[in-house]
Structures are given as structure tokens and as C-alpha cells.
């Protein structure tokens, strides 16, 4: 059953009724700490006061502001924590649930706009009680490039999830935080009376302030879906474009995974993602601890091992390729089986060979060919069996061939320290419970033996911000102190070809 909503008969084309326009009555709330973002909130008010809407808009903020007309102050934390302040639309919200026909929410610097409430409300007519449109944010370089900030780490389109809603293709993106959301009437009553909307300011499985903008989607019931069919249309700038260049990905990235998803609605086989690459481990700076990240830059210190002899390479859990990319540039032919179709599109454009599938489709696929180099960047700790993923590809390898394992270093220093400051150490859980296996050299070499590989040796990374030490060459980091691992294998009983250090120059 899709939502009715008694709107949409007002846009239904440019010749809408202006009158009919000013009839629907619209709430909107902004959270706004402190004075930082003001110059953004002033912009965001008057795109509001130009709508056609009869519109409502609230500021919930730490300290009053003069606003100018029009505009009411909330001002009140819902609790000690600064980081709560978001939370305080959600009493709003119900106090005036019957009063207005859509509801929306944001912090102080998405601009929203009447073209994204009209297409809301356009989208929002073809779907199901249980499904709700939602946006993504984009950022402005000084340049004028547009990046997706929300596009990083673990985040990603779920292949599985496409859909067609009427006219519309739609799918589900693992980021559900675009510190905003718009609600009709009916999708409000659902939030409320599901019993996750009206509730204590709370973390789960986003930090305190972007909970209060996903409890939506996390705890009322609803599935957020992204219409990538007219993707501008649910795009919002965050106008303090403060991610722009550092975290996201540009326009271009984003083109390839909407045109490789629009691709895939036109075939009925869908590949699913690899392997679970978020897991459920925590530290103190970050939830989803040691998740794959999606979007890895090049790995030196990974192109440094690969002995010069190498000519073909297997790599198994490939993201958006960057490492895999820059072997293939080297002249190197480069295979991979990746997370998802998506993801790794770029890669793909770039001369990578692809092959899609589970771990055991796609090593049918491999049958007869042998590969000099086998690559697991990021992957073992991630999946139920690395003793039989492993295995499972033993028998690609070339005479002599390596195998290059890198993990993160769960048995390192800084994090027995950031477990101890957090009262978590030896309570994290095993696999079954965290989604992820607990990881050390001494874990990756006894994988290896399991797998009938010996193990050569093994070289430490420190984090890239750990001061003295990220200039300090990997091999003389001492393992206690290193956040990676890379592990270099063989097959045992082969014999080994002289590891000889490949340029990354």
C-alpha cells in the first residue's frame, strides 16, 4: 500500500495553484548551536521566507538570536550534553503533529529548498508506508567541484536494494546521517506511534548529533531510499562545506556508481555485497571500528612488497581500487574480485578486470588461471572462515607466488590503550558478536599455516598521524606500536622467488 498524500494533487505541474500552495502549512525546525554558523542560518531563512508555503520555521538553539520576523526561538538543551540540542525538535514535532502537512528538520547549514520538498512530495506519493525518501548532502570546492561528503569509509549503495516506485529508481545508501529529514503528516504519526521517535537523547550506531537526524530510519520503522533516477533533485548543500576535500568523494565518482547502479536495474542479476564489511566494534574516537574502508587511497607500502618478478595480480575484496589502479598503470594486468559492482566502477573503467560474485562463484570463475601476486587488503578479519577464504584460493597462485595480507593491528599498544581508557579490554566479543575477528600478527601467521601458506615475514605501519613514526620506514616499526600489518606468504613446500622491492614511484 503506498502513502496518500492529499498533496500531491497541488504539484502537479508548472500551472499549479499558487492559492493552493499557500494552504499547505509547513514546520520547519533548524538546530542552531552558538553563532558559528549564523551567516548559514541567515540563508537558510530567507530561502524558507521565499517558499510559496505557508510556512513555520522554528530555531532551537543554546542562546537567543534576533532572527527577524517570522521566526520562532526555542532555546533550552534537552540535556547537559551541547551535543543534544538536535533532539529538541522531536517534542516540537509532536506537539504540533496535526497542525501542519509536512515536517522539516535540519541543522543550521543544509539548505533546502522548495524544488526538494515539491520532489519529496512527488516521490513520496508512489511509495510504501514503510519506505521514506531521503537526501544526501553535497559540498562546493573553492573551485566549484561538488564532492559527496556523505560517500566515505564503509558507507555504500546496497545493489540488492533497487527498486522502481512509479517512474522513479530508488536505493538504499548505508549512510543514513544527511543532518536532515523531511516528514509528511502520515510519516510523522507513523515515527511517534512506533515508540522510537519521542526519546531520550541517545548514541547508537551514529554519534549523539547525527542520531537525532537518523532515528527515522534506525528506530521508527522506515527504510531510507535514496532517488537516484533524479539524484539533484535530493541533493542538499551543507553550505560550511567543511568536509569539501577531505572526506567524500567528487562528482565524477558518484556519476560512475549511479550510472553502474542504473545499469544493474536492467539485468535480474544483482550481485551482493562480498562479505559484511561494517562491523560492530567500537573504540573511543569511532563506532564501526576496523570496518573496510571502501574508498582506501593507494597502498605504498602494500606496491612496495610485490616482488618485481610479479606480472599478474588477484585482488580479493576490492573497493574502489585505488591500490589496484595503480598497479594496472604500471603495466601489471590486474584482477579483482570486488566488494560490490559499484564501488568498484572506477576501477573497472580503468583497465581492472572484474569478476562478480560470492567467494565461491568467483573462484569457478578462476579455474585454470594462476596468478603471481594475491592480494587481501583489509578483508581477512571481516569474514567468517579466513582460514577458508584462504584456501579457498590456493590453488591461483603460481609457482613461487605471494601472498600479501594487510589487517588492522588490534593487539598494538594505542589500541590496548584506547580499550583500557574505555573499559572494554577482553570484552569486545568474538566474531559472531562484533563482526569482526580480533587481529594480530601472531593471528595472521597461524591463518596462514592453517591455509597451508608459511609466512616470510612481517612488516608494521603506524598511523599515518602518529607524529615521529610515520616517517620512520615500515620495517623498523616494532609491532607493538603499529595501528596495520602486512603479512607476505607463500605456499608451503614452494619455492620462494626472491622478494626484490617493487618501485611506487
Known sequence: MTNQVALNRTYAGPDRDHRQDARTRVLVAIAS????NDRYLAQLLDEYRTMPFDVDIVVLSNIDKDLGPGVEMRVG?????PWSLPFAHKTLFAERADKYDLFVYSEDDILI?????RAFLDVTADLDDDELAGFLRIEKRPDGRVSFPDVHWHFHWEP?????RGEHLLA????????????????????????????EPHAERYDLLC?????????????????????????VHHLSNKYAGRMGVDEPEMRRQIAALRQMAGSEDRAAQLFETETRLRTRLRRAAFSKDHYEPPSSEVMVLIPDSARTILSIGCGWGATEMALAGKGLQVTAIPLDPVVSAMAADSGVEMIHGDFCSTRACLEGRQFDCVLYLNVL???PEPVGVLSLFGDVLSAGATVIIQSPNMRSIPEIWNCLRRGRLGRQGGYERTGAHPVSAGKVRRWCEGAGFVTAHTVGIAHRRAGILRHVPSSR????????IITVARKAGGSARPVERRSVA
Do not use: W
Request: hydrophobic share 35%; aromatic share 8%.
Open 160 to 164: 540488492q536494494s533497487l527498486m522502481s
Open 77 to 81: 538543551l534537552p540535556s547537559k550534553n
Open 33 to 36: 548551536y552558538g553563532r558559528g
Open 477 to 484: 616499526v616494532g609491532m607493538s606500536m603499529a595501528t596495520d
Open 172 to 199: 538504499r545508501f548505508t549512510n543514513e546521517h544527511a543532518a536532515c529529514y523531511v516528514l509528511t503528516r502520515e510519516q510523522l504519526a507513523k515515527a511517534i506511534s512506533s515508540g522510537g521517535f519521542l526519546v
Open 381 to 383: 578479519h571481516l569474514v
Open 211 to 235: 542520531t537525532a537526524a537518523t532515528d527515522p530510519y534506525t528506530q521508527c520503522g522506515f527504510t531510507k531510499l535514496i532517488p537516484i533516477s533524479r539524484l539533484g533533485d535530493f541533493t
Open 113 to 117: 529548498t522548495e524544488a526538494h520538498l
